[in-house]
């Protein structure tokens, strides 16, 4: 459902004018992608081409410096045509933001300097000791979105300082992709193209410098002249993966539109399209996806306003956002999935794909139905927690 009547601002016209520059190489790789389980490096090229991993870098690191709502059109644009590519420009939206806590030269280094993708893992599955200077970490991680094609690998570890009081610090903790060594597990039900294998790091040596303490991670970034956004990093990842999610859902009501149109069930003398409880269906899925739009749109306007002072508040308003876009855009692919009934059985054709993307994309922590519980608890006047 195209909304002709949004007013759409010029830095986004142009972003969305890149993506169709790049349309139809996502669109003749993607099978090959879902095959092969890694996006082709003809697609990270392109996408590369025309700077969408780098769009959520500050400009003054030589990023795009795009707003939230033009990156959350972008992601929803390519997603409608490959929901994996999509995913993994997603995941260096929210890994770029470490760009923000980093030191300048390193951030310059890992984005600036290095063309590759900066991918890896933001659970805590390892483990870091102090080592003069830095840290040596060990550990295992998995779903590292873009692996096959990353020159930084991220990985997040509990700190071990001997204190024993309260949980152990965490620290994200950059390492070459030379030094880590992967693992082909990634066989999932959606979201084949992402490679989003694990990977393990075994003793090796990061600098201070290439180290985030991730108790700073629920604040803004310190003010400098080279900070991209006055938002705190958990604060802005959810836009990622929601718009991603939306993309795959608008996806889904063009795609099912479609069928519907040509789709005479058995036994039966009329299309889909012509039934009465097909057009309910569809507007009900229809508005669903409307409703994520708007609410992730709200949230991108609130989190641009407020985002240096918004505090606990603002966080909660991003969470509730991005766990009301996966409930509404996995009912709403769901209810066309249905109503397609055999005619969506096919494994491979665009519905049976859009419903697999929908359902894996939406286990992703940000989007996860915890949230719901998380800042309901707040609502009633507790503390906004990460996890119970």
């Not at 096959?148 to 950059?174: E, F, K, N, Y």
């Amino acid at each position: 459902m195209a909304h002709t009547c949004a007013e759409v601002s010029d830095e986004t016209r142009t972003w969305l004018e890149r993506v169709e520059k790049i349309s139809a190489t996502l669109a003749e790789n993607r099978a090959q992608a879902e095959a092969d389980r890694t996006t082709s490096p003809a697609v990270i090229d392109a996408l590369r081409t025309q700077d969408f991993h780098r769009m959520w870098v500050s400009r003054a690191l030589g990023g795009g410096g795009v707003s939230l709502r033009t990156g959350s059109a972008v992601l929803q644009a390519i997603a409608r045509v490959d929901p994996s590519a999509a995913w993994q420009m997603g995941v260096q939206g929210a890994i770029g933001r470490l760009s923000d806590y980093l030191p300048d030269k390193v951030s310059c280094r890992l984005f600036c300097g290095s063309r590759g993708l900066v991918v890896g893992g933001v659970n805590p599955t390892g483990a870091a000791v102090r080592v003069p200077g830095g840290y040596r970490v060990s550990g295992r991680w998995a779903f590292a979105s873009g692996a096959t094609h990353a020159s930084w690998l991220v990985c997040t570890a509990t700190l071990a300082d001997g204190q024993g009081v309260g949980p152990a610090p965490i620290r994200m903790l950059c390492v070459p992709s030379s030094a880590v060594t992967f693992v082909d597990d990634w066989h999932s039900l959606g979201l084949r193209g992402t490679g989003s294998a694990s990977f393990i790091v075994d003793n090796v040596v990061v600098p201070e410098s290439h180290a985030v303490d991730g108790s700073l991670l629920r604040r803004p970034p310190s003010p400098r002249r080279s900070r991209g956004y006055a938002i705190a990093y958990y604060d802005f990842a959810p836009f990622t993966t929601a718009a991603t999610t939306i993309g795959i859902a608008q996806q889904a009501l063009a795609v099912f539109r479609e069928l519907a149109a040509r789709t005479v069930p058995a036994r039966s003398t009329e299309a889909l399209a012509e039934r009465a409880t097909v057009h309910a269906t569809f507007a009900r899925a229809t508005a669903l996806v409307r409703a994520a739009e708007l609410v992730l749109a709200d949230a991108a306007d609130q989190v641009t306003t407020c985002g240096e002072h918004g505090g606990e508040e603002l966080s909660a308003v991003v969470r509730l956002a991005a766990a009301a876009v996966a409930e509404n855009c996995v009912q709403a692919v769901t209810m066309v999935h249905t109503a397609a009934g055999a005619a969506a059985l096919r494994s491979g054709d665009a519905l049976d794909r859009c419903f697999r993307d929908v359902h894996t994309a939406t286990r992703h922590i940000t989007l996860a139905t915890t949230n719901f519980e998380m800042v309901g608890a707040h609502l009633f006047g507790g503390p906004l927690l990460m996890r119970r």
